[in-house]
């Protein structure tokens, strides 16, 4: 297929057109980041750009990752969030429906409120609590008032980018680099961490064939920051640092945006039809760090 792909130059961009590649796909990768060589400057923002872009590429389906992911960002400025995250999203459905191609948008976890005791699936029902997740509930919605052809796929704590990885993994690197003996992380909350890498492959193979609809993608089990960083020590072989669990208030000067006790998820509908081979969190966390952080092994 020819496959637009807006946002592609961020973390799961960096995955995922890779994989769509490998699959024998033709990509146009765009972003507002104009950071490669071979990425076109698009801002989805722009009705009138994404339609040219769309009718000049005509491609078999559009991949939509842009959005605003930060979620202090989004809770600083609303207006920003919705232009990117609503707006973008509902001129990405105009062209899909203007060229008659399915639409791939990537949503989160965070569109839950995170009181549910047990994973999140695909059939319970969001109840946004910031306002990243509400705008990306708003995209969501927006997809299927407009679109009946379109996956809609939430991704869970991404871990993944390599050397664009601006996330929790590459922070508590960024510390060791820096011989830092005692590391903070908040066990208080929790949620599923999705490998951006195995998500593009999957991903890759789920929209081969057409089945409709909305999906969970993340790997398997259950984790806390603490947790993460727990595990990140021992593949490390970093017995020198001590890690030291603390709840949310430790870091509420610097992120203040509301954030759900519970963002954990279960690939349920995946589970159903025997297409889950997302990995455990565990396998994925050794497998990014010994592709991509070599240096930080002891």
Same mark, same amino acid.
């Given at each position: 297929?020819?496959?637009?792909? @807006?946002?592609?130059?961020?973390?799961?961009? @960096?995955?995922l057109?890779?994989?769509l590649?490998?699959?024998e796909?033709?990509?146009m990768?765009t972003?507002?980041?104009?950071?490669?060589?071979?990425?076109?400057?698009?801002d989805?923002?722009?009705?009138?750009?994404?339609?040219?872009?769309?009718?000049?590429?005509?491609?078999?389906?559009? !991949?939509?990752?842009?959005?605003e @992911?930060?979620?202090? @960002?989004?809770e600083?400025?609303?207006?920003?969030?919705?232009?990117?995250?609503? !707006?973008?999203?509902?001129?990405?459905?105009?062209?899909?429906?203007?060229?008659?191609?399915?639409?791939?948008?990537?949503?989160?976890?965070?569109?839950?409120?995170?009181?549910?005791?047990?994973?999140?699936?695909?059939?319970?029902?969001?109840?946004?609590?910031?306002?990243?997740?509400?705008?990306?509930?708003?995209?969501?919605k927006?997809?299927?008032?407009?679109?009946?052809?379109?996956f809609?796929?939430?991704?869970?704590?991404?871990v993944?980018?390599?050397e664009?990885?601006k996330?929790?993994?590459?922070?508590i690197?960024?510390?060791?680099?820096t011989?830092?003996?005692?590391?903070?992380?908040?066990?208080?909350?929790?949620g599923?961490?999705?490998?951006?890498?195995?998500?593009?492959?999957?991903?890759t193979?789920?929209?081969?064939?057409?089945?409709?609809?909305?999906?969970?993608?993340?790997?398997?089990?259950? $984790?806390?920051?603490?947790?993460?960083?727990a595990?990140?020590?021992?593949?490390?072989?970093?017995?020198?640092?001590?890690?030291?669990?603390?709840?949310?208030s430790?870091?509420?000067?610097?992120?203040?945006?509301?954030?759900?006790?519970?963002?954990?998820?279960?690939?349920?509908?995946?589970?159903?039809?025997?297409?889950?081979d997302?990995p455990?969190?565990?396998? $994925?966390? $050794?497998?990014?760090?010994?592709?991509?952080?070599?240096?930080?092994?002891?």
């Amino acid at each position: 297929m020819r496959l637009l792909v @807006t946002g592609a130059a961020g973390m799961l961009g @960096t995955s995922l057109v890779p994989a769509l590649r490998a699959g024998e796909h033709d990509v146009m990768a765009t972003d507002i980041n104009h950071l490669d060589g071979g990425m076109k400057l698009l801002d989805v923002r722009s009705l009138q750009d994404m339609i040219a872009y769309s009718e000049s590429y005509n491609p078999h389906m559009l !991949i939509h990752l842009a959005a605003e @992911t930060n979620l202090e @960002t989004c809770e600083t400025n609303p207006d920003f969030a919705y232009s990117e995250n609503f !707006i973008g999203t509902q001129n990405a459905c105009i062209v899909c429906r203007k060229l008659g191609v399915p639409l791939v948008y990537i949503s989160t976890a965070g569109v839950f409120d995170g009181t549910k005791a047990e994973p999140y699936t695909e059939f319970d029902t969001p109840n946004p609590i910031n306002v990243y997740g509400a705008s990306k509930w708003m995209g969501e919605k927006i997809v299927r008032e407009t679109l009946p052809d379109h996956f809609i796929v939430r991704a869970g704590w991404m871990v993944g980018g390599g050397e664009r990885d601006k996330k929790f993994v590459h922070k508590i690197v960024e510390q060791l680099d820096t011989g830092t003996r005692t590391i903070h992380a908040v066990g208080d909350k929790f949620g599923t961490p999705t490998y951006a890498k195995t998500f593009s492959v999957v991903l890759t193979r789920l929209i081969g064939t057409r089945l409709f609809g909305t999906y969970h993608l993340a790997c398997k089990g259950r $984790a806390s920051r603490y947790d993460v960083a727990a595990e990140m020590l021992k593949v490390l072989g970093r017995d020198e640092v001590t890690l030291e669990q603390v709840d949310s208030s430790f870091f509420s000067e610097t992120f203040f945006a509301p954030r759900p006790r519970s963002e954990e998820m279960r690939n349920y509908v995946l589970d159903l039809r025997s297409m889950n081979d997302m990995p455990s969190w565990q396998d $994925a966390i $050794a497998e990014y760090l010994s592709e991509n952080f070599k240096h930080a092994f002891r």
